[in-house]
């Protein structure tokens, strides 16, 4: 495999992690109860996904 002839710069780094801000998650919202949680996944606040009840939510 190559190696790179020289140590890449802390400052070329940077730059390049600089042109790709953050930016905020989408967030989808529960149509049963309106919690907005992170898309394709569980919805932490009442256990649901998909409209199903996947795992118990201690209240």
Known sequence: MAQP???QSKQ???KRRGAHPFVAPQLAKDPTDGTL?????VNPANGMYR???VIDVEV
Do not use: C, D, N
């Not at 949680?37 to 996944?41: G, K, L, N, S, W």
């Open 51 to 53: 409209g199903r009840q």
């Open 37 to 41: 949680f992170r898309p394709h996944r």
């Open 12 to 14: 070329r780094s940077r």
């Open 5 to 7: 002839k020289r140590k």
